[in-house]
């Protein structure tokens, strides 16, 4: 009651004083109630705060900026030149929704997820191409969240496209160690589901959170615990033993046996096993393995993934708001407690609740956040005084290209990408396929170990930008950098080296590689660059190619 | 006694000569009495050998013979002459003439000699015979730090706390140091003989048992759930605080691999990654893709590092500052690199350094980070191994000595070199893990020690500080501290004190002051300094 009456009076606080920017957003968005609730309540927040948000984003920058969050590329030269020239007052919002039924979006987007899902974990090639697969075809289909996470948990081994999920958990049960295994497990579940991090509450209750206890953490890992690896042919799958205790020593060295507990402190009690061994386990057809009489994931997996869990549906929509917004409500992501309250609580739960009255909707999530006028807005701060801080979302927040990001975008603008899917199609036969669409084309790229190394040189495990000397000295040296650069195949240095008028060619490497066209002082730098006497023209042409993919707007998503 | 048993000895002992002879000296500051207790040690070796066991390393059990020969010298001596046998006498100066390379004499002769005209102080004798030009490039900048991180949580059982005997103590023994009564893991014999230029901190306590926070909060001096700002590592600090004095010479340079899957070393934090770390891939590498410099190099990388930094100049405008220069400080960075030259060229360093350090990566990392110094960088990481491998759970007692020995061989190596290149008494060494190991023996079949931060130790030294300390003390089967608990904040405050940095001084992030210390908590260990 209180809250929402604190609601409608913020609400008639703004439209009696309300900014023109917000009057303009509403008409624009009128169709997308989830950029409401963003805008309703940046807004608000702002008006607290006395800020005045920056004004939206240029033509250019929006359209990169949407390639880059939606499809994780930027745009080619041609699409670019598409977009320059519509003179449609709403283009960007067409554009995302264009985007989003993208082909390419599955196939980048199973990347994002994977990510997510199984970021920190080594060795994890077997499997990993199924379960990539499994991501895209359930973007493709867009799977509601709960149902996805729910295949995640307890795949039905029954349905073979369902059992590549299993993955998720399989991946985590190997090696040797069974306390690892079930570390692994609990951490990947509780980080991936429920945005929190329990590992210090391993050990002893966690130190400065007192919300978590060592029974939270063995609790959940007592619901994961008799979770064992299989193997259904060329997929690696999990099955659950019938018996199995999770242990757990206390930190007055008291010897615990955990209890099915979930975060949210509920308990749950286990039938007593069947008096016959024999009934304990139920036999499938088709080789798959028994089931056990009682099967304490789907316990969890009941209770936790749906509507009703607060932890469950704030913590996807967490994640995505940092995906494309470029900062968690909460941060960090996995770290969700009541210690570490989110920056805008209100936006928080009302987007979480109407997530889970949508049907866990992920294209509707996205589509609502990059509907917003939040969204839209100039990264660029010129409303005098200190730049606000990021938390306002006054402006919009300069991401780093991630890894993949990175890799993918300075193969399109150097004409890397270009040849590979030549040499793709070339091979279809070889690789058994009739044609190289988009999609095809972008796994395939991914895929490509040279892309794989160059994505790996950017990977930190920490989060937040930190570029090091290693990373440029990277791109100024290394070959698989050099490779790019050098003229082949009508390439970008290729076709500058050709182009014998050197204004033409800044434009069309601006274009290429920047996606806009250069202002008349760059032009002029520029054209002067490649003027020189030496050294030769074509060191020239990847020299200005080379300034523009290191220079810090190719870095960052603005 | 056979030939190739013989043989066998004059093999180890020409390979360990130089350290026996350093651990006699360090028991026994004076030339001719060390040497003569050397010569008595190879006899008693020559006669016990048969009780060798070659799967055990040499060092340890030679310094136990080594130290039994130091405490009857001393005895002697008080009584009367020392007497010698023919026997003995005609068996020393064989072993002299065929044991011991003429270079290694050399080596210790001068150094000895050395020694004494720069009037006998007991050990800075040694020092300044290798002293290079560069050493005084060095000493410009006026303090030093060399982090070896022992990743994973080195068991204190295992190195500088043992405790044989008790049920706790685990399978090894432990060997006297050079500081009378202490004692060490027997795989770590120059770290023992080298006790006494050393403090030994065995009562640290500590909260955070989780690898990634602990190594964040035992490299930060900040509880990663307390966080008003990300935290620098404390060298990113140092590297603010007293930045390299020449030019083009990074500030801080980290030797090894940084991460291990989801572990990784803090960075710059708020500092800004002007303040990062410079990194090396370990095993001695420069940094990847470094190509040879040259002034073709330069001149190329100017001319198109003035384009890029034009374009990222106009892209700045509005933008978050921290972000873009953090991106365009990278790319400076590799001008002063091209012009540092053979900065990290260590196949110029002598052949036979490689040899002391120890065949290992950690090694020729040490030999990279003692030229790093040598050459104006200030601050040095060097990380041992990849991730976790002093994270011992299981099979401790069939790996441990490994790791242990590698670690001892290179460290040894380094802290002799400082010493002997005058660089010691600037620089700031420190060799520690992020926690210790549990005092119970845990697992089936093959067991190890659990992560442990109730009570654990670590070592520091050099840079001026009181020399040969043990700090703290754990009971007697080392499962609780004892005395002079030492907290991480204690030690942090203790390391800036020591390098002249205000401990409780304040930084600036989003115009919040934040404190070096998390809160300006811990003291510094005052008796160190």
Not at chain 1, 130 to 157: H, I, T
Not at chain 1, 224 to 240: F, S, W
Not at chain 1, 282 to 307: C, H, I, M, Q
């Amino acid at each position: 009651m209180c809250r929402r009456q604190a609601v409608a009076t913020v609400r008639l606080w703004y439209v009696l004083f309300g900014a023109a920017i917000f009057a303009l957003a509403t008409v624009t968005n009128a169709a997308h109630p989830v950029s409401t609730i963003v805008d309703d309540e940046i807004t608000a927040a702002l008006q607290a705060r006395k800020i005045n948000p920056a004004p939206r984003a240029g033509a250019a920058e929006l359209l990169r900026r949407i390639y880059l969050d939606v499809l994780g590329r930027i745009p080619t030269a041609s699409e670019t030149a598409d977009y320059l020239d519509d003179s449609h007052p709403d283009k960007h919002h067409r554009l995302i929704d264009q985007l989003l039924a993208h082909e390419e979006m599955p196939a980048y987007w199973r990347t994002v997820f994977d990510e997510w899902l199984n970021g920190g974990l080594l060795e994890r090639d077997f499997g990993r191409d199924g379960f990539l697969d499994y991501l895209q075809d359930a973007l493709q289909s867009n799977k509601p969240w709960n149902r996805l996470a729910r295949e995640l948990l307890v795949p039905d081994l029954r349905d073979e496209q369902q059992r590549r999920a299993a993955y998720f958990l399989a991946v985590r049960l190997r090696g040797s160690d069974n306390e690892a295994k079930i570390d692994s497990m609990t951490s990947g579940v509780a980080g991936a589901f429920f945005g929190v991090q329990l590992q210090c509450a391993k050990c002893h209750d966690h130190p400065f959170v007192e919300q978590w206890k060592q029974d939270h953490y063995y609790g959940l890992g007592a619901f994961l615990g008799r979770t064992q690896e299989a193997r259904l042919g060329n997929t690696p799958v999990i099955k659950e033993r019938a018996d199995g205790e999770v242990k757990f020593v206390t930190t007055e060295q008291e010897e615990k046996t955990a209890k099915l507990l979930f975060l949210d402190d509920r308990v749950f009690d286990e039938p007593e096993p069947p008096e016959d061994r024999d009934q304990w386990y139920t036999k499938v057809a088709g080789g798959l393995p028994e089931r056990p009489y009682f099967s304490r994931r789907e316990v969890l997996a009941d209770y936790a993934l749906n509507a009703d869990s607060r932890f469950f549906k704030r913590a996807m929509v967490n994640r995505m708001w940092k995906q494309i917004m470029g900062r968690g409500l909460v941060e960090p992501v996995d770290q969700m407690h009541e210690a570490n309250p989110a920056s805008h609580p209100q936006l928080l739960d009302r987007l979480a609740d109407d997530f889970a009255a949508n049907g866990f909707d992920l294209r509707r999530l996205m589509a609502g956040i990059l509907h917003s006028e939040t969204y839209l807005r100039s990264s660029r701060w010129d409303g005098g005084g200190d730049r606000p801080r990021d938390s306002d979302y006054a402006t919009a927040i300069l991401k780093p290209l991630t890894p993949d990001q990175l890799a993918m975008s300075i193969g399109m603008a150097t004409g890397h990408y270009d040849s590979l899917r030549a040499k793709f199609e070339r091979e279809k036969k070889n690789r058994k396929i009739a044609e190289v669409t988009p999609a095809i084309a972008r796994a395939f790229y991914w895929r490509e170990r040279d892309v794989q190394e160059f994505a790996n040189r950017f990977r930190s495990s920490g989060d937040g930008f930190n570029a090091n000397a290693g990373q440029a000295l990277f791109l100024s040296y290394n070959s698989l950098m050099e490779k790019q650069l050098r003229p082949a195949q009508e390439n970008l240095v290729d076709r500058l080296r050709q182009q014998s008028e050197n204004a033409l060619a800044v434009k069309e490497a601006f274009e290429t590689v920047l996606s806009r066209r250069p202002t008349a002082e760059e032009l002029e730098r520029s054209v002067a660059f490649l003027a020189a006497a030496s050294p030769p023209r074509t060191q020239l042409c990847q020299e200005l190619v080379w300034a523009l993919v290191c220079s810090g707007e190719f870095r960052f998503n603005h | 006694m056979d030939s190739t048993a013989a043989e066998r000895l004059v093999r180890l002992l020409s390979t360990h000569q130089e350290t026996l002879y350093r651990y006699v000296f360090a028991l026994l500051p004076n030339e001719q009495d060390a040497k003569d207790v050397v010569q008595e040690t190879c006899v008693a070796l020559y006669r016990k050998l048969a009780e060798y066991d070659p799967e055990r390393p040499f060092l340890p059990w030679a310094f136990r013979f080594a130290h039994l020969e130091v405490l009857k010298f001393l005895q002697n001596k008080k009584r009367t002459n020392i007497q010698r046998s023919k026997l003995r006498k005609s068996m020393t100066i064989r072993s002299k003439n065929s044991l011991c390379p003429s270079h290694e004499h050399g080596f210790s002769r001068r150094a000895l000699l050395q020694g004494a005209v720069a009037g006998g102080t007991l050990f800075g004798g040694f020092g300044r015979l290798f002293a290079n030009d560069n050493a005084a490039l060095a000493r410009g900048n006026d303090k030093r730090v060399i982090l070896v991180f022992m990743s994973g949580g080195p068991s204190q059982f295992e190195t500088w706390d043992p405790k044989p005997g008790q049920p706790t103590g685990g399978p090894h023994i432990a060997i006297p140091t050079s500081l009378p009564g202490v004692h060490f893991d027997e795989f770590m014999p120059n770290l023992s003989r080298l006790a006494n230029r050393m403090i030994t901190v065995r009562s640290m306590t500590s909260k955070v048992g989780d690898h990634d926070q602990g190594r964040y909060v035992a490299q930060t001096a900040y509880n990663p759930s307390t966080l008003v700002a990300p935290a620098p590592h404390w060298l990113s600090v140092c590297a603010h605080e007293k930045p390299a004095v020449a030019d083009g010479v990074p500030s801080y340079v980290m030797l090894g691999k940084d991460n291990f899957g989801s572990l990784h070393v803090p960075g710059a934090g708020f500092l800004g990654a002007r303040h990062q770390a410079l990194h090396c891939p370990g095993d001695g590498a420069g940094p990847q893709d470094l190509p040879v410099p040259s002034p073709v190099a330069i001149e190329d990388f100017e001319r198109r590092e003035e384009l890029r930094r034009s374009f990222s100049d106009t892209f700045a405008e509005g933008r978050p500052r921290r972000l873009v220069e953090s991106h365009d400080g990278a790319f400076a960075q590799i001008g002063g690199l091209l012009r540092a030259g053979d900065l990290f060229d260590i196949s110029q360093e002598p052949e036979k350094d490689f040899q002391r350090y120890g065949d290992s990566n950690l090694g020729r990392d040490c030999i990279l980070a003692r030229r790093l110094v040598e050459r104006g960088v200030p601050f040095v990481r060097v990380q041992h191994q990849s991730g976790l491998a002093w994270d011992k759970h299981r099979r401790a007692f069939q790996s441990q000595r490994w790791i242990t020995s590698e670690f001892d061989t290179a460290v040894g190596a380094l802290i002799d070199d400082l010493i002997d290149r005058g660089l010691w008494s600037s620089t700031l060494l420190v060799l520690m893990g992020e926690f210790g190991r549990t005092p119970d023996i845990q697992g089936q079949g093959q067991p190890g020690r659990n992560h442990w931060t109730k009570c654990w130790s670590l070592s520091f030294g050099g840079c001026g500080l009181q020399e040969g300390l043990v700090v703290g003390a754990t009971n007697q089967n080392g499962t609780d501290l004892q005395d002079r608990p030492v907290t991480i904040h204690d030690l942090f405050c203790t390391f800036y004190k020591t390098l002249d940095i205000d401990p409780h001084k304040d930084l600036e992030f989003e115009n919040r002051p934040i404190p070096l210390v998390e809160n300006k908590l811990g003291q510094p260990i005052e008796e160190v300094f």
